[in-house]
């Protein structure tokens, strides 16, 4: 299975919205609305911020939210924050107990 | 509190053999499924595999099938990564984490702090 295509970076200025997109095929995307997406510090592990294309865990702050059309699914925040700024890994279950992962992106914050 | 503790670092020579853990504490280990996730220096995420610690079901990625051997031990809540012969390659960051702890999804919401294996003569 090939890792999902996420753009390698985006940026914005605090207060605004980006969008990181997240593709894939119909077997793992588009198949299935399992989408999750991870928050990872230089260091640090990656923490789950989505999960289910679109929910929230307990205490991701409703800035972030998720959506998909087809193969392509998309991680949304809004109100960018200096502390956003990380790499963003989307995930897809991909069938039979496997899961893909994208290739990242790197968000700054202007 | 629920934890994933995994070592810090390990250092080993090609074509030498290496299990890593991860420990596992405050749930009932037995119930949820645990991944690996490789994460080579400066790159992504990769999914390696995963173990149901119950009755040891596991499923690998088709790019690290036969490249590692996931196992777990249910008296000591512990799950491991092996490997038989290590290469250069395999020099990477490597987490474990929980599937659906808090609740019944499909993704990872408890992370180890990671192990990293470096492979060099």
């Known amino acids: 299975q090939s890792a999902l295509t996420q753009p390698r970076s985006v940026s914005g200025s605090p207060g605004q919205s980006v969008t990181i997109s997240c593709t894939g095929t119909s077997s793992d995307v588009g198949g299935y609305n399992y989408v999750s997406w991870y928050q990872q510090h230089p260091g640090k592990a990656p923490e789950l911020m989505i999960y289910d294309v679109t929910k929230r865990p307990s205490g991701v702050p409703d800035r972030f939210s998720g959506s998909k059309s087809g193969n392509t699914a998309s991680l949304t925040i809004s109100g960018l924050q200096a502390g956003d700024e990380a790499d963003y890994y989307c995930?897809?279950?991909?069938?039979?107990?496997?899961?893909?992962f994208g290739g990242g992106t790197q968000l700054t914050v202007l | 509190e629920v934890q994933l503790v995994q070592f810090g670092a390990e250092v080993k020579k090609p074509g030498e053999s290496l299990k890593i853990s991860c420990k596992s504490s405050?749930?009932?280990?037995?119930?949820?499924?645990i991944g690996w996730v490789r994460q080579l220096p400066g790159k992504g995420l990769e999914w390696m595999g995963i173990i149901y610690p119950r009755d040891s079901d596991t499923r690998y990625s088709p790019s690290f099938q036969g490249q590692v051997t996931i196992s777990a031990d249910r008296s000591i809540t512990t799950a491991y990564l092996q490997w038989s012969s290590l290469k250069a390659s395999d020099t990477a960051m490597y987490y474990c984490?929980?599937?659906?702890?808090?609740?019944?999804?499909?993704?990872?919401?408890?992370w180890g702090q990671g192990t990293m294996v470096t492979v060099s003569s």
């Open positions: 405050g749930y009932n280990f037995p119930s949820y499924w």
């Open positions: 995930c897809s279950y991909a069938g039979t107990y496997n899961w893909v």
């Open positions: 984490a929980l599937k659906g702890y808090y609740g019944p999804y499909d993704a990872f919401d408890i």
